[in-house]
């Protein structure tokens, strides 16, 4: 043998052990294992260490799915669909306990904050994808306290679960629950029925309202005028933060509870003692052109899923247990002018929701989709096209950038299939001349057919409207006598300061009657029309009207009681002076014509009225501060519930006499809502940005 030979040999040896030994640590699928170690080499996989990338190549690390989906997803950029492997209740707790050793120092035992940040808020400054925050607690970050935190592996997935259980949703998580919550909660799917039966059944609360009838009662007593001094906070929890108030109604579905915040986030809890399922949460743009900042107030459910709408006009559909998303469809251009702020309502199979941009110069609409698959079933323009009933009634093309959003959630009625809804301005707000004649559906009530979204009635309460009076106020459906003769009523208190009565079957006017102080119209005629008063349209040197641009009322929710046969009303006593000048449509940005100024010193009260159907006349009146007010809730037990400013409060129903009151900090615009878990009632109502729930105590 040659020498040459002689040398190579050993190496030659060496090389085949060295393969057979990559072999058995390698296993089968060497082809994907030998493209992450090349890779590697050819440093494509940043953020991912030597031992991590072994350790994804183990003979073993097929048993390990998390870790393997880990170095894919990271070898193809995927970053952001990385997700903890580690979310376990037992993986929380060992992540508390590795953070207060480690992390406790800056950031406090609780990480709500010390020398470092509060953890516990949200949008997290530098992310808060799964795989952002590995690599936060992992590698520190540079240029600021944040130093590495010298853990691996398993340690960190546990830390990053224990600050995303601690921490309020974020833009770009969607977490799931784990199964064992679901062991102690129920919450059956909703069913067509139930969601009929609702009215007569208050256990949950089911719809924006409560019922499809918008009343916004509970026939519960347990909580009546002789006990309700005795209520207790029972459980808080606290919501996202968000620059104003938040305006959500929740849902109670069994044991399980759901409530929103802006943009677009969802959180579920145990509505016994708020404890969190899941949160779920939807990036939107910055920069959109809204009206009136980030609201969201509430979401839909129908069988296992949950129905959100959100700011950038889209409508989501998610897994009641999870929060996963099952689809998304996009409503409208966000970037036109539309949003969605408010609840979707479901019907039979149907989704149904509005559209929010009238002072951005939209055409608004109702829409339908099929619950299950998220495919549009029909659409109602609220502003009609050429060729159809009432588009002679704009001038020229005005109808294109007319207005009429549809932004506050409607009512049903089963027995009829007609879906009621309120229809806002039209556009611009203040400035009708190059819009004349009556800008139909504009500031009125339409009736829809729920099966085809054919119109079957509709009733304008404003013609021409140029003071911003929407129709966006809930739509309550009552069945009672009225005028002698037991009637199917539609009960309406309008933000132009008239109370109205109209048979819900045919649309035809029964009555209205001013239940604020009113100067813009002289009378309403015996068929519903207002006569004007001329000198209250905008002007350019101001015109002094009432009510005020805010109007008598505004969406905040009224409330209907079957037990006094009154209704509810929350209530606005101001004035305004209208200006008017031109203005020019540019899409998606703001088309309304001037504004309307509140004098100085002139006074301005909130208040709630207790008003007569039989012809709208004040029963009783309470007035408050001119802070803020919410919507209203009657029960069986003879109550009236609210929040006005920072305070939640219980009023005797026949009176308005306050039985009870509370301070809790948060300013309230959203409404109350009761229903019963444990076999007791309870009242939940947000203020501020916390969730609320009272009990009476020992229950």
Not at 165 to 184: C, H, Q, R
Not at 437 to 449: E, I, K, M
Not at 492 to 502: I, K, M
């Amino acid at each position: 043998m040659r020498k040459g030979r002689r040398r190579w040999l050993p190496w030659a040896a060496a090389a085949v052990v060295a393969l057979a030994g990559a072999a058995v640590f390698l296993g089968h699928n060497m082809g994907w294992r030998g493209r992450i170690l090349s890779l590697k080499l050819h440093h494509r996989l940043a953020g991912v260490s030597w031992s991590e990338a072994v350790r994804a190549m183990g003979p073993t690390s097929l048993e390990s799915a998390p870790t393997v989906k880990l170095v894919r997803d990271l070898a193809t950029g995927h970053y952001k669909w990385i997700h903890n492997p580690r979310t376990s209740p037992a993986d929380i707790d060992a992540g508390r306990v590795i953070f207060r050793a480690h992390c406790a120092v800056c950031h406090g035992a609780d990480g709500r904050g010390g020398n470092g940040p509060d953890l516990s808020r949200t949008p997290l400054r530098h992310g808060a994808s799964d795989w952002t925050l590995y690599r936060t607690i992992a590698d520190g970050l540079e240029g600021t306290g944040m130093p590495a935190s010298g853990l691996s592996g398993d340690s960190l997935w546990e830390v990053a679960s224990y600050i995303r259980s601690i921490a309020a949703p974020s833009a770009e998580t969607d977490s799931g629950a784990t199964p064992a919550f679901w062991d102690s909660v129920s919450s059956p799917p909703v069913t067509p029925g139930q969601l009929v039966r609702a009215g007569d059944d208050s256990t949950d609360w089911l719809t924006y309202s409560g019922d499809y009838h918008g009343r916004r009662f509970t026939d519960l007593r347990e909580i009546d005028t002789t006990d309700v001094q005795r209520l207790r906070v029972a459980w808080m929890y606290q919501m996202p933060a968000s620059a104003s108030p938040l305006e959500s109604t929740p849902l109670v579905v069994g044991d399980a509870m759901f409530v929103t915040a802006p943009p677009a986030s969802v959180v579920a809890l145990d509505a016994r003692t708020g404890r969190v399922a899941w949160t779920y949460a939807r990036s939107v743009p910055s920069d959109l052109e809204l009206e009136f900042g980030r609201v969201n107030r509430g979401v839909a459910a129908l069988g296992d899923r949950l129905y959100l709408g959100t700011l950038d006009a889209h409508l989501v559909a998610l897994d009641t247990r999870t929060g996963r998303v099952a689809w998304d469809v996009q409503v409208a251009d966000a970037s036109k002018g539309y949003s969605i702020t408010s609840a979707p309502l479901a019907v039979k199979g149907e989704v149904i929701t509005g559209v929010a941009g009238g002072e951005n110069g939209i055409r608004g609409f109702i829409d339908a989709y099929d619950a299950a698959t998220g495919h549009r079933l029909w659409r109602f323009y609220t502003i009609p096209g050429p060729g159809r009933p009432g588009n002679d009634s704009w001038a020229g093309d005005s109808w294109k950038t007319g207005g009429g959003p549809t932004w506050l959630t409607g009512s049903y009625d089963p027995d009829l299939n007609l879906i009621c809804w309120g229809v806002g301005n039209p556009g611009p707000d203040f400035d009708g001349d190059e819009r004349q004649g009556d800008d139909l559906y504009t500031n009125s009530v339409v009736a829809l057919d729920a099966t085809t979204g054919k119109l079957r009635w509709h009733f304008q309460f404003t013609p021409h409207g140029d003071h911003d009076w929407d129709a966006a106020q809930v739509p309550v459906l009552v069945d009672r006598r009225l005028g002698g003769r037991q009637r199917h009523l539609l009960l309406w208190a309008n933000r132009n300061g008239f109370f109205y009565a109209l048979d819900r079957a045919t649309g035809a006017f029964l009555h209205a009657t001013p239940f604020v102080p009113e100067t813009w119209a002289t009378r309403i005629d015996s068929s519903g029309r207002p006569v004007l008063n001329p000198a209250a349209h905008p002007s350019a040197e101001g015109s002094l009207v009432s009510p005020g641009f805010l109007g008598g009322t505004n969406w905040w929710s009224p409330a209907y009681s079957p037990v006094t046969g009154l209704m509810y009303v929350p209530v606005s006593l101001s004035q305004s002076v209208f200006y008017k000048s031109s203005t020019s449509y540019q899409p998606g940005r703001r088309y309304v014509a001037s504004s309307a100024l509140t004098p100085a010193g002139s006074a301005y009260h909130l208040g709630i009225r207790a008003l007569d159907p039989e012809d709208g006349h004040i029963v009783w009146k309470r007035t408050f501060p001119a802070t803020s007010i919410g919507g209203l809730l009657a029960t069986a037990g003879g109550l009236v519930f609210g929040g006005n400013g920072g305070r939640v409060f219980a009023l005797d129903a026949r009176t308005g006499r306050t039985l009870w009151r509370m301070r809790v900090g948060g300013r309230i615009v959203a409404a109350p809502i009761a229903y019963r878990v444990g076999g007791h009632e309870r009242v939940s109502i947000v203020a501020g940005r916390t969730l609320l729930t009272f009990a009476l105590p020992n229950r």
